[in-house]
């Protein structure tokens, strides 16, 4: 089945600072790539995605770049802020075309 | 738009009861919800797929008889923690997937502790 490595596990930033976090897969059938906000506590929020037919995506201080050749996306944040601390999930779609598969997650820090 | 809800947000419930979970999609229709179980500073870990007007398709390891899912429609579908114990205490969240462009939305979770 589809296996999803995330890294780094934990990440910490100056505010202003960008941040960068890399995820690789192994299906290379795979075509959605979302990445999930989550704060402690609640639901994880789709904070921006990319389709295999593009190779970035950017919505303001947030960007994700994709490589289908290696398998691997990455989110990348810029200037960043003390609310922007959260644990961030990388995901893909499964084999079956439905379920996603998420990666363990990165918990980003960014002190003030 | 695109908002999940769940109900409840938390319960806390004796060992040996049941326990429902409710997700909604409030303001689309999804033909397919997905429900997940997430323990503290760890990933989501897919339990089930629910379709509208079909049985669930369990992930290996879940048990059916002990997560019972129901999606009786386009907006609700349910997760029964039947016969709970103390190990199923966790954080249960629920996805629906937006059919038009694939994208699933979560609800806010429901944290259930069992006595």
């Known amino acids: 089945g589809e296996n999803v490595e995330q890294h780094p596990s934990t990440l910490s930033v100056q505010e202003g600072d960008s941040a960068v976090i890399k995820c690789t897969y192994s299906?290379?059938?795979?075509?959605?790539f979302p990445w999930y906000k989550q704060e402690l506590g609640k639901g994880p929020q789709l904070i921006i995605d990319?389709?295999?037919?593009?190779g970035e995506k950017k919505d303001q201080r947030i960007a994700v770049t994709l490589n289908k050749t290696a398998k691997h996306f990455s989110l990348h944040i810029t200037e960043t802020q003390p609310e922007d601390s959260a644990v961030y999930f990388c995901?893909?779609?499964?084999?079956?075309?439905?379920?996603?598969?998420f990666g363990k997650g990165t918990t980003l820090s960014v002190s003030s | 738009g695109a908002v999940v809800s769940q109900h409840p947000s938390w319960v806390i419930c004796k060992s040996g009861t049941s326990v429902k979970i409710e997700c909604r999609s409030l303001?689309?229709?999804?033909?397919?919800m997905f429900w997940y179980r997430q323990f503290p500073k760890q990933s989501l870990m897919l339990m089930a797929t629910?379709?509208?007007?079909?049985?669930?398709?369990?992930e290996q390891g879940v048990e059916k008889d002990k997560f019972l899912i129901n999606h009786a429609s386009l907006t609700l579908s349910t997760l029964t923690v039947t016969s709970a114990h103390p190990e199923d205490s966790s954080f249960y969240i629920c996805?629906?997937?937006?059919?038009?462009?694939?994208?699933?939305?979560f609800g806010p979770g429901t944290r259930l502790t069992v006595l």
């Open positions: 995901a893909v779609i499964s084999q079956a075309g439905t379920a996603l598969i």
């Open positions: 990319i389709r295999s037919n593009v």
């Open positions: 299906d290379s059938a795979s075509n959605y």
């Open positions: 303001d689309f229709q999804a033909t397919t």
């Open positions: 629910s379709n509208e007007g079909s049985k669930a398709t369990y």
């Open positions: 996805s629906a997937r937006w059919t038009r462009l694939n994208e699933q939305f």
